[in-house]
Structure formats: structure tokens, C-alpha cells
């Protein structure tokens, strides 16, 4: 699997961004897809992920209520709109994805770096 990410930038306390990851080489539909993040100096973290129904989503505890993973079988994406982004929201941005939940992710993206400013 090909994961692209995409989406990132720097933008104030307060404002919105929407990540984008597309996927190639296998069928988007059957893949859970899941976003990590890792800020300077600091191990990788779980975000948020979706399963390849989109009938249930996880999200860290640090995001829930301000940012939404959602996917789009027919483009063989998922996004992760983040709304009211905080400082501590500055990190590179991986989407991920797993053929089974009982697994770990096994296909991972390039990132896409996001900063914001207070």
C-alpha cells in the first residue's frame, strides 16, 4: 500500500486544517486507516483511526471533539479535519493503515507537517 499525505501548514491558535491521505496498491475499502502524530522531541502518537466501514472511529483523548477522521471508499482516502488547533497540535501528521484491527500498522506515509502558532 501507497499512502500519501497531504493537508498540513501553519496556521493560528484556534483555526482549521483538513488532512488528506490517498491510497494506492490495494483495495482501499478493506483497509483500516489510522492517523499518528509526532511533535520535536517526542515519540509518535496515536490520533485518531477509522475502520475500512467507517462504522467506528477512535481518537486520542488530546484531539476528541475538535478533530474527525472520515473516509471516502470511492477516492481511497481518509481525511482528519481539525478544527480549534492548539500549539500543542504541532507535529508531523502520518496516516497509517492495517488490513486487520487485531494487527499493527503495517503501511505508513511520508507525514505532512503541521504547525500552530499561539
Known amino acids: 500500500v501507497q499512502l500519501q499525505a497531504s493537508g498540513g501548514g501553519s496556521v493560528q491558535a484556534g483555526g482549521s486544517l483538513r488532512l488528506s491521505c490517498a491510497a494506492s496498491?490495494?483495495?482501499?475499502?478493506?483497509?483500516?486507516m489510522g492517523w499518528f502524530r509526532q511533535a520535536p522531541g517526542k515519540e509518535r502518537e496515536f490520533v485518531s483511526s477509522i475502520t475500512w466501514s467507517g462504522g467506528s472511529t477512535l481518537y486520542a483523548d488530546s484531539v476528541k471533539g475538535r478533530f474527525t477522521i472520515s473516509r471516502d471508499n470511492a477516492k481511497n482516502t481518509v481525511y482528519l479535519q481539525m478544527n480549534s488547533l492548539k500549539p500543542e497540535d504541532t507535529a508531523v501528521y502520518y496516516c497509517?493503515?492495517?488490513?486487520?484491527?487485531?494487527?499493527?500498522?503495517?503501511?505508513w506515509g511520508q507525514g505532512t507537517k503541521v504547525t500552530v502558532s499561539s
Open positions: 497509517a493503515s492495517r488490513d486487520d484491527p487485531r494487527f499493527a500498522y503495517a503501511y
Open positions: 496498491g490495494r483495495t482501499f475499502s478493506r483497509l483500516d
